[in-house]
């Protein structure tokens, strides 16, 4: 590590620090009017934000990224919209600091308070989606919360044209302009300093692959609520509806293989699978998806191209178009395969019996567990939270899709008439 880089890091934290005591008491209107900068920057700025992109697109394609992490990648205006109307949504949502929680008064006539107050400041570490400085950024201003943002080398050139945008927004704003602060190197070993400074950054949220999330937690000083790989399991169960289920399977496959609400392991009711497989995987085969079986799948599949399954592959987020199958008995055994393979992210059930569901939905350890629909909406838009910075596959402080309340700790605020003791 040079000798600068730890004190360029130290600087950038204690500047957030300092920024995030002016945050806390900041108003809704003036977080409000700092979105709405950014909001309108993006808008002004597609030139930019496409030419700056389109560097980091080169790059992948030279480095041999597939196309599902290249389309991680890229920012079309679709997506700018997108960013921008998030934004707006933000704005739309109420402002969670200084919420009441809690209060009642003890016998002795103090009066305490329970308060919803922002953590402070939050180091959020992220590779390819270059939307995650703008969501992020977001929310952590309308929670009142200083943001350092470390985003990965892939997407180097787009966030750092997003960072830009937020800066010129934070200086015509009421806010501090170091409310959000992207550090300015991919370097690893700025990393590994910005882990350790726990006197000014409060928490870390890790998003990317496993090997990052790992190294993360067992490498930071600060506290790490973990937004995990997402293993992510559709059970088609012998009573579902199973038009339906094709369209939910292949969707929540192939719509977007590479985001982490993508289902990569397919669970069907042995009762069901002679008829369910063949038109299943007849779609997702015309789709480019490659299929990895068990063996009681592959003697239903064998007029298809298929691949043998192991353990290995029901644990792997694949984040592509492949996808593992496995052939169960019993809502039982279905249950066992998710808790033994999911990564705890998210799970869903197809079925028309409402008991099996029910029990599907009680004893599936994960943050999120559907009836009857696609895993793909564990997403903060689709939860009304306007955004999510993660979704948390941890269960202290945050579980799922952690929106503005999630980026809040409490304080206790307590008011006596002289009391003492």
């Not at 399991?233 to 977007?256: P, Q, W």
Request: charged letters at 25%; one cysteine or more; proline letters at 4%.
């Amino acid at each position: 590590m040079s000798e600068e880089l730890p004190q360029i890091i130290e600087t950038l934290a204690k500047r957030a620090r300092s920024a995030s005591l002016v945050l806390a008491s900041a108003s809704t209107k003036q977080k409000n009017e700092a979105l709405q900068h950014i909001a309108e920057g993006l808008e002004s700025n597609r030139k930019l934000l496409t030419i700056e992109n389109q560097k980091d697109l080169d790059a992948a394609k030279e480095n041999g990224l597939s196309e599902a992490m290249v389309d991680r990648l890229r920012l079309t205006h679709e997506r700018i919209d997108g960013m921008a109307k998030g934004l707006r949504e933000l704005i739309e949502l109420p402002d969670p600091v200084g919420v009441l929680i809690e209060e009642k008064e003890r016998p002795n006539g103090l009066k305490i308070k329970k308060v919803r107050v922002p953590i402070g400041v939050i180091g959020i570490i992220y590779e390819s989606r270059p939307n995650v400085t703008i969501d992020c950024a977001g929310l952590c201003l309308k929670s009142g919360n200083a943001s350092l943002l470390r985003g990965g080398k892939e997407a180097i050139h787009s966030n750092t044209a997003l960072a830009s945008i937020i800066m010129e927004a934070l200086k015509i704003s009421e806010l501090p302009n170091n409310s959000v602060q992207l550090v300015p190197t991919v370097d690893r070993a700025a990393l590994n300093h910005l882990l350790t400074l726990d006197q000014y950054i409060h928490c870390i949220i890790p998003r990317g692959g496993e090997s990052l999330i790992n190294f993360v937690a067992q490498n930071s000083r600060v506290p790490v609520i973990k937004h995990y790989k997402g293993v992510c399991n559709l059970f088609v169960e012998e009573e579902a509806d199973l038009a339906n289920a094709v369209e939910i399977a292949v969707s929540s496959k192939c719509g977007r293989p590479g985001v982490c609400n993508a289902i990569e392991n397919l669970i069907v009711s042995e009762k069901i699978a002679p008829e369910f497989l063949p038109l299943c995987a007849k779609e997702l085969i015309a789709k480019g998806c490659e299929l990895r079986v068990d063996a009681k799948a592959a003697t239903i599949l064998s007029d298809f191209s298929t691949k043998p399954a192991n353990e290995e592959d029901f644990a792997e987020e694949f984040l592509d178009l492949r996808l593992a199958i496995k052939v169960v008995e019993s809502v039982d055994e279905a249950i066992s395969f998710v808790n033994q393979f999911g990564s705890g992210h998210s799970e869903s059930i197809l079925t028309q019996n409402k008991s099996k569901a029910d029990q599907f939905l009680q004893e599936v350890d994960a943050s999120s567990v559907y009836w009857n629909a696609s895993t793909r909406y564990t997403d903060g838009f689709e939860f009304g939270l306007g955004a999510e910075i993660g979704i948390s596959t941890d269960r202290l402080h945050a579980r799922g899709p952690m929106g503005l309340d999630e980026l809040c700790t409490y304080k206790y605020n307590i008011i006596g008439t002289g009391q003492w003791k």
